[in-house]
């Protein structure tokens, strides 16, 4: 910068460019010169009607560059009053790019894009004046023309600041200027210095300032003229940009509130980023500095270097001599970080005149025992757990289920499901992998053994093995198509991917498996290819994309040569392609198939077994083809050196015995290719097996199959080949031995039901595919298989016959026996009709009789004891109508007396005789649950043991009830069975378990429900289980669905159990619970009312019992009995008058067990009985006040069944603390926003989402490797809740809660032993938990709210906490499995007044830094507990502390971020005597730099040398800081304020969303960038909404505002385009019309606007709903003569009196007609709050139907139909509706509301789901144009889902 020189220290820019004489610059329109009285110099007038007509331009040919490189630019000039005025200043940047920053006071909000800034400029007033008085009163300036007491102000812009913080640039230089009409110029100028226009040169000199400071006063030439004696600020106004403190707005250029006093410096800030700045101290310290200089500056170590622990205090007492507290070894790297932020006025104990940093020396005599009395000394152990454990034999309560997994999946019979392309070899040859829908199935080939691969939820679509068979990768079906890589012989995933594909069609692993390549869809169905990197997978590492490309061409296969990782080959329909990677790139090259150019290609395989050093041009690749070709490639020349053709197979026949060869004639479709050594093998369409010899010159081996082969591998020795056939056959060809080995047979289809023979453990299954088969469980091999044109839909074994019955979709009943493989008997239509499908087949349990049902309500009985089954009787109208109780429907008592089944209609359950179909009760289940607002229907029965007389039904409202097969009488009732209703059922024989299937889950209960967790649930089907069973010997359990699964049962038999069972063992928590007597409990389940005997009415609804919830029966039998071993600790821990709640006997600390170190001067530990009253400081978390809590009882889906899935989370909560972690050494970056954390690494690909919580998140914390997150929130028992987060996973691996209120802090210890949470100040605790098991090991409850805690980053046992009433040091102590925590309390000292400790952080194991609530930084000797320094970092609280090395990071309310230098801070021993002015030397704590935020500082994370971190702010923004090149980049940004609506632009590209802070922000839909943000001051915006147009240079914005006005934006110029106001009110919602000829608005008032986007105009006004706010308008295209009206579009608006009209327009036309009018009557509504709004929306597959829901006699969304005049559809609603939304692309509805539940409706089937992932109501909902993605907004959370189906 030597040639720059010239620029010192200032440039005047009208004499650098010699401007009066006009040849550097130029003037245009009214520019003159004038003497000006005030400043008694000339100065430019420029005037004029229009400000761009009239101005001064420097440079003047715009292609020059005034290239002034000064960082602060000055403007002296003086608005016109009246008028308005505008200033350009062209800037560049580093990267050559040109920026404008223009400042006018006719600009009414903020505007900025990547190459614009725009500011407004808020005139200030004459001091004393009335206007002065308004602004002042208004806490901002004058918006708009300048006031005529306008004066004249001195500005100054730092060009660097601005550039860094809006648009991330660094400045380069000024390249031009242009001053617009109308305003009066005096002069302008540049500087590295910031000039003070209100000190003379004089008070300059005497105050110290030196341009070596980076200051200075205003030259001469450039100051205003001061009267004698008189101040500055008194006459003139001098405004800098960016300006300091909170005032408001940010984003505006406008004068300071206070003024300084005359003869002093400027109150304005050092520059935002300075010099480092020096600060003055008393002698005595520097005399302590330079000694400690003298100790250990010699000895320093390098930055990055670990130091080691030499001294440890003793852990009893205060030493009485100690060794300096400094260590050799100085600085080295820490990975603890602290966080914060609030606002504390005060008024500090010295003037700083100089705004430096003031240091404070406390006396450092030794301790006293008055100073020993300050402190506080804790220490706890938390009370053992009563645990309830068997003893003597004598066996106590159990808690669960037992064993815990009840069920093991032991083996599947299937093969196959989205492909039977798939299926492996492994390296030995000694068994088989390959697909089984969602499972992976590997099969021993020796043993028949299968294990299981379990993890993915849909359909496995492709496999590929690595050359050594070490690595396993695996690919999903579906849009989220997800790609695993397992280790195959440890069978664990090791990576978990995104394939970036719909679906995968083919996986290929490079020989060595470092390369993975996968081929599939993109969302436009366009193939492509990617290729990821897996070399380090198996060491923990991640996969990364190699290389991605889009082809046109279609690929079928593709493989990795095994020769070399980067070379590729692919087929498919009219294209073979060779591939190579190179430079990160993929690249291909077709081979020329001349003539074969149209052909089909199926697959390709090199020639293996070969040496791997043959050169790769010598190597042949073979492919396969459709009409029979099979082709050999040249590798090297890329062209087809031999086809050759494989003829029909009847031709081998035919042709004298010959064995086939290639010849001419029709080919045969060849599927797939396997070439080894020596052979090569084909499977092809004729269900043929081939091996041929590489010359292919006869088939010298041929298996047949039953179907098409769609697969054949050849094993690695070439030995055995294996086959796959399309309709679910796995085998393989033994050469040696010439046999083939059938592996495995499946169905093709879903399976519908199966009945097992218990003597022959056989078992028999129909499915949809139309076949019926018998299996061996034994071996898992088809025995038999019937195949029929009828379609079978259930079957039935005779209990002791080899016979079995199997009913069919016709309403046929057929009987096999199975001995002779004939049928005995076919029974068609027994009710002399055309039957309906058969719905249930059961055999009596001694073989007599069998019975069957049909879909058309008909129930048969037949002569099972003779062969033909003749029929005994038929009932018609007997069963329930309908086919969803299939296959199942009849259930017989195992005493063979009653057959059961649902019937005469659902609502009805019937007993009957079995053996004459006589009734003998009827039960109507309709009844039993007087409360539910809904009628609940049968839909399976089971008996269980004949001893218990009961019948278990399955209802439409997912309950099971217990009824009394003698009374009908309801004996329990267990709700909430699964998330789906409940499918099949089953008992087993001894009657202790219950087995349930519901959707794709299985569940084994207790029969009893006497556990406090009644159930044990299991997965693996990727469809709805059809059925369920016990085996008849009890040992298993069998599901089908998509196959045969089954599962070993491992309950204990019944008669090891222990006879009797002791009362269970208490712990204090039941001992609180009230609870009745046995005989009472015994009354209550069983006195529920006697029912009549055709309707049984209950007295009283039954107890229910939900799913993971204590039964209350058990509870009553816990209370009422105690232990005599259990210690009582209630009279201790609260008075009997006042029982503390049951939950906090698990915090309850013995204080008195172990004595304090200070015996006279303890703390007490327990509350005091005062009501505990929140810090003044804004570090201190407290929740965003919620206006209505969640819904508990909502069940979120499935995994894997979600109709929709979280995409993106847009925003960050300031309103956390500490809730953003940083890991750089491992790329993790992590932060939450409302209830989720998002989880990104910075070198991966898209983020996770971290769904646990319910609650608003207050902080995070994670291990020092990274790999487990903790994160805290509330919950709704009042109790935090802290979820433990595996980060690789992301799922939770457990969640603990401790704290009552929230939690304030989250760390974990330097060697991620242990882990610490800190309470709020309604419960101070501090919890020590073991950070492997996550146990509670020891809880302290302080006097005082705690704000941070941090672990020592050199000693794992060492800790400190920080809150009100001072530092708390802590010590952990272990004694055996007991660990305990010392505590001792510090008050902060004296000479900071009354101050909270508001943040800490370590230097070095002996050093502490703490912040206060007023800006201070104290430096602590830990070993002595005495503070030795302070100084004055910031003039508000610091909520933020930082160290690493010689680097001090504080981050404020302030909204500044300051480095200090701290390499000198001195760290004496506490009893030397230092006489500071007897010792020499300098100390001093250096400022190095600082930047100012958009908001207060909540969390911070850095790097080893605080050179590189993230920053969080109140404002919702996470920043990016890099100080070495003092940058600023926003990483995630979001709305701070509520947000009031989300718009999608047609096109789906971008979104808008508004909030209440005037903003409006358009982001980028694909990346969720911001792009442009327009503001406007002091008004809320309500609604946001684009015009029709898609392109972008033609998409505008129009959003409504609080004052009435309509501001329409245009997008390709970030504009403002136009400025509407057609209400006096607020605008509710605004909307563009269907062609965009109008704008459609609507007001608080009712009053709906038709105005003109091209004129501004207002058309039209609708008063119709005059009275009443309009919360919704939508508008569609329909042409509308079919409701006899004219016009091409239609509207409605819906008001919050319950209104809703309907209107026809042709706005082209200017015609508008009301089409219809609705009015929903309603009850008054007596509630506090407001009542739910009225919502109606068009739907948008018919616009003829109309969907309204609001405040209502019941909660529900309405369906009205235009045409038919009336109400076609109701779905009831839990709760009222906040938002509704329609979907374009499907029958979907999403439904918000205050109990944050989005509930996703299935219009047409009315199926629903639940997501619940917001933190409070939901406020708006919105489907994309094309349905495809959906919006959901909760006060400032905007969360994107991408929509499935439902």
Same mark, same amino acid.
């Given at each position: 910068?030597?040639?720059?020189?010239?620029?010192?220290?200032?440039?005047?820019?009208?004499?650098?460019?010699?401007?009066?004489?006009?040849?550097?610059?130029?003037?245009?329109?009214?520019?003159?010169?004038?003497?000006?009285?005030?400043?008694?110099? @000339?100065?430019?007038?420029?005037?004029?009607?229009?400000?761009?007509?009239?101005?001064?331009?420097?440079?003047?040919?715009?292609?020059?560059?005034?290239?002034?490189?000064?960082?602060?630019?000055?403007?002296?000039?003086?608005?016109?009053?009246?008028?308005?005025?505008?200033?350009?200043?062209?800037?560049?940047?580093?990267?050559?790019?040109?920026?404008?920053? @223009?400042?006018?006071?006719?600009?009414?909000?903020?505007?900025?894009?990547?190459?614009?800034?725009?500011?407004?400029?808020?005139?200030?007033?004459?001091?004393?004046?009335?206007?002065?008085?308004?602004?002042?009163?208004?806490?901002?300036?004058?918006?708009?023309?300048?006031?005529?007491?306008?004066?004249?102000?001195?500005?100054?812009?730092?060009?660097?600041?601005?550039?860094?913080?809006?648009?991330?640039?660094?400045?380069?230089?000024?390249?031009?200027?242009?001053?617009?009409?109308?305003?009066?110029?005096?002069?302008?100028?540049?500087?590295?210095?910031?000039?003070?226009?209100?000190?003379?040169?004089?008070?300059?000199?005497?105050?110290?300032?030196?341009?070596?400071?980076?200051?200075?006063?205003?030259?001469?030439?450039?100051?205003?003229?001061?009267?004698?004696?008189?101040?500055?600020?008194?006459?003139?106004?001098?405004?800098?940009?960016?300006?300091?403190?909170?005032?408001?707005?940010? %984003?505006?250029?406008?004068?300071?509130?206070?003024?300084?006093?005359?003869?002093?410096?400027?109150?304005?800030?050092?520059?935002?980023?300075?010099?480092?700045?020096?600060?003055?101290?008393?002698?005595?310290?520097?005399?302590?500095?330079?000694?400690? /200089?003298?100790?250990?500056?010699?000895?320093?170590?390098?930055?990055?270097?670990?130091?080691?622990?030499?001294?440890?205090?003793?852990?009893?007492?205060?030493?009485?001599?100690?060794?300096?507290?400094?260590?050799?070894?100085?600085?080295?790297?820490?990975?603890?970080?602290?966080?914060?932020?609030?606002?504390?006025?005060?008024?500090?104990?010295?003037?700083?005149?100089?705004?430096?940093?003031?240091?404070?020396?406390?006396?450092?005599?030794?301790?006293?025992?008055?100073?020993?009395?300050?402190?506080?000394?804790?220490?706890?152990?938390?009370?053992?757990?009563?645990?309830?454990?068997?003893?003597?034999?004598?066996?106590?309560?159990?808690?669960?289920?037992?064993?815990?997994?009840?069920?093991?999946?032991?083996?599947?019979?299937?093969?196959?499901?989205?492909?039977?392309?798939?299926?492996?070899?492994?390296? @030995?040859?000694?068994?088989?992998?390959?697909?089984?829908?969602?499972?992976?199935?590997?099969?021993?080939?020796?043993?028949?053994?299968?294990?299981?691969?379990?993890?993915?939820?849909?359909?496995?679509?492709?496999?590929?093995?690595?050359?050594?068979?070490?690595?396993?990768?695996?690919? /999903?079906?579906?849009?989220?198509?997800?790609?695993?890589?397992?280790?195959?012989?440890?069978?664990?995933?090791?990576?978990?991917?995104?394939?970036?594909?719909?679906?995968?069609?083919?996986?290929?692993?490079?020989?060595?498996?470092?390369?993975?390549?996968?081929?599939?869809?993109?969302?436009?169905?366009?193939?492509?290819?990617?290729? $990821?990197?897996?070399?380090?997978?198996?060491?923990?590492?991640?996969?990364?994309?190699?290389?991605?490309?889009?082809?046109?061409?279609?690929?079928?296969?593709?493989?990795?040569?095994?020769?070399?990782?980067?070379?590729?080959?692919?087929?498919?329909?009219?294209?073979?392609?060779?591939?190579?990677?190179?430079?990160?790139?993929?690249?291909?090259?077709?081979?020329?198939?001349?003539?074969?150019?149209?052909?089909?290609?199926?697959?390709?395989?090199?020639?293996?077994?070969?040496?791997?050093?043959?050169?790769?041009?010598?190597?042949?690749?073979?492919?396969?083809?459709?009409?029979?070709?099979?082709?050999?490639?040249?590798?090297?020349?890329?062209?087809?050196?031999?086809?050759?053709?494989?003829?029909?197979?009847?031709?081998?026949?035919?042709?004298?015995?010959?064995?086939?060869?290639?010849?001419?004639?029709?080919?045969?479709?060849?599927?797939?290719?396997?070439?080894?050594?020596?052979?090569?093998?084909?499977?092809?369409?004729?269900?043929?097996?081939?091996?041929?010899?590489? %010359?292919?010159?006869?088939?010298?081996?041929?298996?047949?199959?039953?179907?098409?082969?769609?697969?054949?591998?050849?094993?690695?020795?070439?030995?055995?080949?294996?086959?796959?056939?399309?309709?679910?056959?796995?085998?393989?060809?033994?050469?040696?031995?010439?046999?083939?080995?059938?592996?495995?047979?499946?169905?093709?289809?879903?399976?519908?039901?199966?009945?097992?023979?218990?003597?022959?453990?056989?078992?028999?299954?129909?499915?949809?595919?139309?076949?019926?088969?018998?299996?061996?469980?034994?071996?898992?091999?088809?025995?038999?298989?019937?195949?029929?044109?009828? @379609?079978?839909?259930?079957?039935?074994?005779?209990?002791?016959?080899?016979?079995?019955?199997?009913?069919?979709?016709?309403?046929?009943?057929?009987?096999?026996?199975?001995?002779?493989?004939?049928?005995?008997?076919?029974?068609?239509?027994?009710?002399?009709?055309?039957?309906?499908?058969?719905?249930?087949?059961?055999?009596?349990?001694?073989?007599?009789?069998?019975?069957?049902?049909?879909?058309?309500?008909?129930?048969?009985?037949?002569?099972?004891?003779?062969?033909?089954?003749?029929?005994?009787?038929?009932?018609?109208?007997?069963?329930?109508?309908?086919?969803?109780?299939?296959?199942?429907?009849?259930?017989?008592?195992?005493?063979?007396?009653?057959?059961?089944?649902?019937?005469?209609?659902?609502?009805?359950?019937?007993?009957?005789?079995?053996?004459?179909?006589?009734?003998?009760?009827?039960?109507?289940?309709?009844?039993?649950?007087?409360?539910?607002?809904?009628?609940?229907?049968?839909?399976?029965?089971?008996?269980?043991?004949?001893?218990?007389?009961?019948?278990?039904?399955?209802?439409?409202?997912?309950?099971?009830?217990?009824?009394?097969?003698?009374?009908?009488?309801?004996?329990?009732?267990?709700?909430?069975?699964?998330?789906?209703?409940?499918?099949?059922?089953?008992?087993?024989?001894?009657?202790?378990?219950?087995?349930?299937?519901?959707?794709?889950?299985?569940?084994?209960?207790?029969?009893?429900?006497?556990?406090?967790?009644?159930?044990?649930?299991?997965?693996?089907?990727?469809?709805?289980?059809?059925?369920?069973?016990?085996?008849?010997?009890?040992?298993?359990?069998?599901?089908?669905?998509?196959?045969?699964?089954?599962?070993?049962?491992?309950?204990?038999?019944?008669?090891?159990?222990?006879?009797?069972?002791?009362?269970?063992?208490?712990?204090?928590?039941?001992?609180?619970?009230?609870?009745?007597?046995?005989?009472?409990?015994?009354?209550?389940?069983?006195?529920?009312?006697?029912?009549?005997? $055709?309707?049984?009415?209950?007295?009283?609804?039954?107890?229910?019992?939900?799913?993971?919830?204590?039964?209350?029966?058990?509870?009553?039998?816990?209370?009422?009995?105690?232990?005599?071993?259990?210690?009582?600790?209630?009279?201790?821990?609260?008075?009997?008058?006042?029982?503390?709640?049951?939950?906090?006997?698990?915090?309850?600390?013995?204080?008195?067990?172990?004595?304090?170190?200070?015996?006279?001067?303890?703390?007490?530990?327990?509350?005091?009985?005062?009501?505990?009253?929140?810090?003044?400081?804004?570090?201190?978390?407290?929740?965003?006040?919620?206006?209505?809590?969640?819904?508990?009882?909502?069940?979120?889906?499935?995994?894997?069944?979600?109709?929709?899935?979280?995409?993106?989370?847009?925003?960050?909560?300031?309103?956390?603390?500490?809730?953003?972690?940083?890991?750089?050494?491992?790329?993790?970056?992590?932060?939450?926003?409302?209830?989720?954390?998002?989880?990104?690494?910075?070198?991966?690909?898209?983020?996770?989402?971290?769904?646990?919580?319910?609650?608003?998140?207050?902080?995070?914390?994670?291990?020092?490797?990274?790999?487990?997150?903790?994160?805290?929130?509330?919950?709704?028992?009042?109790?935090?809740?802290?979820?433990?987060?595996?980060?690789?996973?992301?799922?939770?691996?457990?969640?603990?809660?401790?704290?009552?209120?929230?939690?304030?802090?989250?760390?974990?210890?330097?060697?991620?032993?242990?882990?610490?949470?800190?309470?709020?100040?309604?419960?101070?605790?501090?919890?020590?938990?073991?950070?492997?098991?996550?146990?509670?090991?020891?809880?302290?409850?302080?006097?005082?709210?705690?704000?941070?805690?941090?672990?020592?980053?050199?000693?794992?046992?060492?800790?400190?906490?920080?809150?009100?009433?001072?530092?708390?040091?802590?010590?952990?102590?272990?004694?055996?499995?007991?660990?305990?925590?010392?505590?001792?309390?510090?008050?902060?000292?004296?000479?900071?007044?009354?101050?909270?400790?508001?943040?800490?952080?370590?230097?070095?194991?002996?050093?502490?830094?703490?912040?206060?609530?007023?800006?201070?930084?104290?430096?602590?000797?830990?070993?002595?507990?005495?503070?030795?320094?302070?100084?004055?970092?910031?003039?508000?609280?610091?909520?933020?502390?930082?160290?690493?090395?010689?680097?001090?990071?504080?981050?404020?309310?302030?909204?500044?971020?300051?480095?200090?230098?701290?390499?000198?801070?001195?760290?004496?021993?506490?009893?030397?005597?230092?006489?500071?002015?007897?010792?020499?030397?300098?100390?001093?704590?250096?400022?190095?730099?600082?930047?100012?935020?958009?908001?207060?500082?909540?969390?911070?994370?850095?790097?080893?040398?605080?050179?590189?971190?993230?920053?969080?702010?109140?404002?919702?923004?996470?920043?990016?800081?890099?100080?070495?090149?003092?940058?600023?980049?926003?990483?995630?940004?979001?709305?701070?304020?509520?947000?009031?609506?989300?718009?999608?632009?047609?096109?789906?590209?971008?979104?808008?969303?508004?909030?209440? %802070?005037?903003?409006?922000?358009?982001?980028?839909?694909?990346?969720?960038?911001?792009?442009?943000?327009?503001?406007?001051?002091?008004?809320?915006?309500?609604?946001?909404?684009?015009?029709?147009?898609?392109?972008?240079?033609?998409?505008?914005?129009?959003?409504?505002?609080?004052?009435?006005?309509?501001?329409?934006? /245009?997008?390709?110029?970030?504009?403002?385009?136009?400025?509407?106001?057609?209400?006096?009110?607020?605008?509710?919602?605004?909307?563009?019309?269907?062609?965009?000829?109008?704008?459609?608005?609507?007001?608080?008032?009712?009053?709906?606007?038709?105005?003109?986007?091209?004129?501004?105009?207002?058309?039209?006004?609708?008063?119709?709903?005059?009275?009443?706010?309009?919360?919704?308008?939508?508008?569609?295209?329909?042409?509308?003569?079919?409701?006899?009206?004219?016009?091409?579009?239609?509207?409605?608006?819906?008001?919050?009196?319950?209104?809703?009209?309907?209107?026809?327009?042709?706005?082209?036309?200017?015609?508008?007609?009301?089409?219809?009018?609705?009015?929903?009557?309603?009850?008054?509504?007596?509630? %506090?709050?407001?009542?739910?709004?009225?919502?109606?929306?068009?739907?948008?597959?018919?616009?003829?139907?109309?969907?309204?829901?609001?405040?209502?006699?019941?909660?529900?969304?309405?369906?009205?139909?235009?045409?038919?005049?009336?109400?076609?559809?109701?779905?009831?609603?839990?709760?009222?509706?906040?938002?509704?939304?329609?979907?374009?692309?499907?029958?979907?509805?999403?439904?918000?509301?205050?109990?944050?539940?989005?509930?996703?409706?299935?219009?047409?089937?009315?199926?629903?789901?639940?997501?619940?992932?917001?933190?409070?109501?939901?406020?708006?909902?919105?489907?994309?144009?094309?349905?495809?993605?959906?919006?959901?907004?909760?006060?400032?959370?905007?969360?994107?889902?991408?929509?499935?189906?439902?």
């Amino acid at each position: 910068m030597a040639s720059k020189g010239w620029e010192h220290p200032y440039v005047n820019v009208f004499k650098h460019v010699k401007l009066e004489e006009w040849k550097r610059s130029t003037k245009e329109g009214d520019v003159s010169t004038r003497m000006n009285k005030t400043l008694r110099c @000339s100065v430019f007038s420029i005037r004029g009607p229009v400000p761009t007509n009239s101005y001064i331009l420097v440079p003047q040919d715009g292609n020059r560059s005034l290239g002034l490189t000064g960082r602060y630019f000055y403007l002296l000039f003086r608005p016109t009053p009246g008028k308005y005025f505008v200033v350009h200043l062209d800037v560049s940047t580093k990267e050559n790019q040109v920026v404008r920053i @223009s400042f006018s006071n006719m600009f009414k909000e903020f505007k900025s894009t990547s190459t614009w800034l725009q500011f407004p400029f808020l005139c200030g007033a004459a001091k004393d004046s009335v206007y002065e008085t308004t602004a002042r009163a208004a806490r901002h300036g004058l918006v708009g023309p300048a006031p005529s007491s306008v004066r004249w102000t001195c500005l100054m812009l730092d060009l660097q600041q601005i550039l860094s913080v809006y648009l991330d640039c660094c400045y380069s230089s000024l390249k031009s200027i242009k001053l617009c009409a109308n305003m009066a110029v005096k002069n302008m100028c540049t500087s590295d210095l910031l000039l003070d226009p209100g000190v003379s040169f004089s008070e300059a000199k005497l105050a110290g300032l030196a341009s070596s400071r980076g200051t200075g006063p205003m030259p001469r030439e450039m100051s205003f003229p001061l009267p004698k004696g008189g101040s500055w600020h008194d006459f003139y106004d001098y405004i800098r940009f960016p300006s300091e403190g909170t005032k408001l707005p940010f %984003d505006s250029i406008q004068k300071g509130n206070s003024q300084p006093e005359a003869g002093l410096i400027s109150s304005q800030r050092a520059p935002i980023r300075e010099e480092p700045r020096f600060v003055d101290v008393s002698e005595a310290v520097q005399a302590r500095v330079s000694l400690i /200089q003298q100790l250990t500056a010699p000895k320093s170590l390098l930055r990055n270097q670990m130091p080691s622990v030499t001294n440890v205090p003793d852990v009893g007492g205060v030493p009485t001599s100690q060794k300096n507290g400094c260590h050799d070894d100085d600085d080295h790297q820490r990975q603890s970080s602290s966080f914060g932020s609030g606002r504390h006025t005060f008024t500090p104990s010295c003037d700083a005149e100089d705004g430096g940093a003031h240091v404070y020396l406390h006396a450092e005599d030794r301790l006293s025992e008055d100073e020993e009395s300050e402190e506080e000394f804790v220490c706890t152990r938390v009370p053992h757990p009563v645990h309830l454990t068997s003893s003597n034999g004598k066996g106590e309560k159990e808690t669960k289920l037992i064993p815990d997994p009840i069920l093991r999946l032991s083996r599947i019979i299937g093969f196959g499901g989205a492909t039977t392309k798939c299926a492996l070899w492994t390296k @030995s040859g000694d068994a088989v992998v390959y697909p089984c829908h969602a499972i992976i199935v590997s099969l021993t080939i020796s043993s028949n053994q299968q294990s299981f691969f379990i993890g993915h939820t849909e359909k496995v679509s492709a496999l590929a093995f690595d050359g050594n068979t070490t690595l396993l990768a695996s690919a /999903q079906t579906g849009s989220h198509s997800v790609v695993r890589v397992w280790n195959y012989h440890k069978r664990n995933c090791l990576a978990l991917f995104r394939s970036h594909a719909h679906s995968l069609l083919t996986l290929s692993f490079s020989y060595g498996g470092g390369l993975l390549c996968g081929v599939g869809k993109d969302r436009h169905n366009k193939t492509m290819v990617v290729v $990821w990197n897996t070399l380090n997978v198996g060491k923990g590492g991640e996969v990364t994309i190699l290389a991605k490309a889009h082809t046109d061409v279609d690929i079928l296969a593709m493989k990795v040569a095994f020769f070399d990782e980067t070379r590729m080959v692919s087929c498919g329909q009219d294209n073979i392609r060779l591939w190579r990677m190179r430079s990160g790139k993929l690249r291909s090259c077709p081979v020329d198939l001349g003539e074969f150019h149209s052909v089909s290609f199926t697959d390709v395989a090199f020639q293996e077994g070969t040496s791997f050093n043959l050169h790769q041009d010598d190597r042949t690749l073979y492919a396969s083809s459709r009409n029979g070709f099979i082709f050999e490639i040249d590798y090297s020349r890329v062209v087809i050196a031999n086809v050759r053709k494989l003829l029909p197979a009847h031709q081998q026949r035919a042709d004298r015995g010959e064995k086939r060869t290639f010849n001419t004639g029709p080919g045969i479709a060849i599927n797939s290719i396997s070439v080894s050594s020596s052979i090569c093998c084909t499977g092809s369409d004729d269900g043929f097996l081939r091996l041929w010899p590489l %010359d292919f010159s006869t088939v010298f081996l041929e298996a047949e199959h039953e179907g098409p082969v769609s697969l054949v591998s050849a094993s690695s020795d070439g030995l055995w080949v294996l086959a796959g056939t399309s309709n679910g056959t796995l085998g393989f060809l033994d050469i040696g031995n010439r046999s083939y080995n059938t592996l495995m047979r499946s169905h093709t289809d879903a399976v519908l039901g199966f009945s097992m023979d218990g003597i022959r453990h056989h078992l028999t299954t129909a499915s949809s595919d139309g076949t019926v088969r018998v299996w061996n469980m034994d071996s898992l091999q088809q025995l038999y298989d019937f195949v029929s044109e009828d @379609s079978p839909c259930s079957v039935a074994f005779h209990p002791s016959e080899q016979v079995f019955s199997c009913g069919f979709n016709s309403g046929v009943v057929r009987i096999f026996d199975i001995s002779s493989a004939k049928l005995l008997a076919e029974h068609k239509y027994v009710t002399h009709r055309h039957g309906g499908e058969v719905v249930g087949l059961a055999f009596s349990p001694d073989g007599e009789f069998m019975y069957s049902a049909d879909s058309q309500g008909s129930l048969a009985l037949y002569d099972a004891s003779e062969e033909d089954h003749r029929v005994i009787r038929v009932l018609c109208n007997a069963v329930a109508r309908g086919t969803e109780r299939a296959p199942d429907a009849l259930a017989v008592s195992r005493n063979n007396r009653c057959l059961a089944f649902v019937g005469p209609s659902e609502y009805i359950v019937t007993i009957a005789d079995s053996r004459s179909l006589d009734e003998l009760l009827h039960v109507d289940v309709s009844i039993l649950d007087v409360e539910s607002p809904q009628l609940d229907s049968a839909l399976k029965v089971c008996f269980s043991a004949a001893s218990t007389e009961q019948l278990l039904v399955a209802t439409s409202a997912n309950k099971i009830l217990w009824l009394s097969t003698q009374t009908g009488r309801l004996l329990r009732e267990v709700s909430k069975v699964h998330k789906h209703r409940c499918s099949s059922l089953a008992v087993s024989d001894d009657c202790r378990f219950l087995l349930t299937a519901g959707h794709n889950a299985l569940k084994v209960w207790d029969y009893n429900m006497r556990l406090g967790v009644n159930a044990q649930m299991f997965i693996g089907h990727s469809q709805p289980i059809c059925q369920v069973s016990f085996t008849p010997d009890q040992l298993g359990v069998v599901s089908v669905g998509d196959a045969v699964f089954l599962w070993d049962f491992l309950a204990h038999p019944a008669d090891s159990l222990p006879a009797s069972r002791s009362p269970p063992r208490l712990s204090h928590a039941s001992a609180l619970k009230s609870a009745k007597p046995a005989e009472e409990t015994s009354e209550l389940l069983l006195s529920n009312g006697m029912p009549r005997r $055709w309707a049984p009415l209950p007295s009283t609804p039954p107890p229910r019992i939900d799913v993971g919830t204590l039964d209350q029966v058990d509870r009553g039998a816990l209370g009422s009995s105690f232990s005599d071993g259990t210690p009582t600790v209630l009279t201790a821990a609260a008075p009997a008058t006042e029982p503390r709640p049951a939950a906090s006997f698990l915090k309850v600390t013995e204080l008195h067990s172990t004595p304090p170190l200070n015996t006279g001067h303890t703390d007490t530990v327990e509350s005091n009985g005062k009501k505990p009253v929140r810090p003044d400081c804004y570090r201190h978390f407290i929740p965003r006040f919620k206006t209505s809590p969640a819904d508990q009882a909502a069940a979120a889906p499935q995994p894997g069944e979600e109709g929709v899935k979280l995409k993106a989370v847009i925003g960050y909560n300031g309103n956390g603390r500490g809730n953003m972690v940083w890991r750089p050494e491992q790329g993790l970056f992590a932060y939450s926003c409302g209830c989720v954390v998002v989880v990104e690494y910075f070198h991966a690909g898209s983020p996770r989402h971290l769904q646990g919580h319910g609650e608003e998140i207050s902080c995070l914390a994670v291990t020092n490797d990274a790999r487990t997150l903790a994160s805290a929130a509330g919950s709704g028992n009042g109790r935090s809740l802290v979820c433990i987060w595996d980060v690789q996973s992301g799922t939770c691996r457990k969640s603990v809660s401790h704290h009552r209120g929230e939690v304030q802090s989250l760390a974990f210890s330097r060697d991620d032993r242990f882990f610490l949470s800190a309470g709020d100040f309604s419960e101070p605790a501090v919890a020590l938990w073991s950070a492997k098991t996550f146990q509670l090991l020891s809880s302290v409850t302080v006097s005082g709210p705690i704000h941070d805690v941090a672990f020592s980053p050199s000693s794992a046992s060492q800790l400190a906490c920080v809150g009100s009433q001072g530092v708390y040091f802590c010590l952990i102590q272990s004694h055996g499995s007991n660990v305990d925590l010392e505590v001792r309390g510090v008050k902060a000292p004296d000479e900071l007044g009354e101050v909270e400790m508001t943040a800490l952080c370590y230097r070095l194991d002996s050093i502490l830094f703490t912040a206060t609530n007023r800006g201070h930084v104290c430096s602590w000797d830990v070993d002595a507990r005495h503070c030795f320094m302070s100084w004055e970092a910031n003039e508000g609280e610091i909520g933020v502390l930082l160290c690493r090395e010689n680097r001090l990071l504080t981050g404020s309310n302030t909204r500044w971020l300051q480095l200090w230098e701290v390499e000198a801070v001195p760290c004496l021993k506490p009893g030397e005597k230092v006489a500071g002015a007897e010792r020499g030397g300098s100390g001093m704590v250096v400022l190095a730099q600082e930047i100012m935020l958009d908001g207060a500082t909540v969390s911070a994370a850095f790097d080893s040398t605080v050179d590189m971190g993230v920053v969080g702010t109140t404002a919702g923004t996470l920043w990016y800081i890099n100080w070495s090149d003092s940058s600023s980049v926003r990483l995630v940004s979001g709305h701070k304020a509520k947000v009031n609506d989300v718009a999608f632009s047609s096109d789906e590209r971008h979104f808008a969303t508004c909030s209440e %802070d005037g903003s409006v922000r358009v982001w980028s839909a694909p990346s969720n960038e911001l792009l442009v943000q327009f503001q406007v001051l002091n008004q809320a915006c309500g609604c946001v909404c684009w015009s029709p147009s898609s392109g972008l240079d033609e998409a505008c914005v129009a959003a409504g505002y609080g004052d009435g006005t309509l501001r329409i934006f /245009q997008l390709a110029s970030s504009e403002m385009e136009m400025k509407l106001h057609p209400h006096q009110v607020a605008v509710t919602s605004v909307l563009y019309s269907a062609e965009g000829h109008v704008i459609l608005s609507a007001g608080k008032n009712g009053l709906v606007a038709i105005s003109s986007p091209v004129s501004g105009a207002t058309v039209r006004v609708i008063k119709d709903h005059k009275g009443a706010s309009v919360s919704t308008i939508q508008c569609v295209k329909e042409q509308c003569k079919k409701f006899g009206l004219e016009g091409n579009e239609m509207w409605l608006a819906a008001s919050a009196d319950r209104r809703v009209s309907l209107w026809a327009a042709d706005w082209s036309k200017n015609k508008c007609d009301l089409l219809d009018w609705l009015t929903f009557p309603a009850p008054a509504y007596c509630e %506090d709050d407001s009542p739910p709004p009225s919502l109606a929306a068009i739907c948008p597959a018919d616009p003829s139907l109309v969907v309204y829901t609001g405040y209502g006699v019941e909660k529900e969304l309405l369906f009205y139909s235009l045409t038919k005049k009336q109400m076609i559809k109701k779905i009831a609603l839990p709760h009222w509706a906040t938002c509704i939304s329609l979907s374009s692309k499907s029958q979907l509805i999403a439904v918000g509301s205050k109990e944050r539940v989005l509930k996703l409706i299935n219009s047409s089937s009315g199926r629903f789901q639940n997501f619940m992932l917001h933190s409070d109501s939901l406020q708006k909902c919105h489907f994309s144009p094309t349905g495809t993605f959906l919006f959901t907004a909760s006060y400032n959370e905007i969360l994107l889902w991408q929509v499935l189906d439902l």
